[in-house]
């Protein structure tokens, strides 16, 4: 089997392409998320801190001198991305918890059993016809 075509069965399997749509969704999912929690819920909540900027919020390790910039540790950013990850995270798991909800009420009826055999079904009539 040559490479390119064992490449080809590799990259049209249903799970690569489901996986590939996947991680492309959720990217712009993690976009989305982020201008939320940037552009909407943090505003909110540092104005009810004193017009607190998360994003700004920084711990100055060594002052900057001419041409240098300072050295910071992001705090403020730090609390934004966890956010962000918290209010992911609780997004894919609504959705895992509602995919197995759907996933239990579509268990199916259980199959009818299979008709006995011929010969069962005349002993069964011999049976009957006994008992009347």
Known sequence: ???????????MR?????????????GAFGKIISSFVGDV?????????????????VL???????????V?????MFINTTIDFLI?????FM??????SMKKKEVEAPAAPP???????LLGEIRDLLKK
């Open 1 to 11: 089997m040559s490479m390119v075509k064992e490449f080809k069965e590799f990259a």
């Open 14 to 26: 249903g799970n690569v392409v489901d996986m590939a749509v996947g991680i492309i969704i959720g």
């Open 41 to 57: 819920l943090m505003p909110p909540i540092g104005l009810l801190l004193g017009g607190m900027d998360f994003s700004k919020l």
């Open 60 to 70: 100055t390790l060594k002052q900057g001198s001419e041409g240098v910039a300072p």
């Open 72 to 76: 910071t540790l992001n705090y403020g």
């Open 88 to 92: 992911i995270a609780f997004a894919i």
């Open 95 to 100: 959705a895992i918890k509602a995919m197995n």
């Open 115 to 121: 008709e006995p055999p011929a010969d069962i079904k």
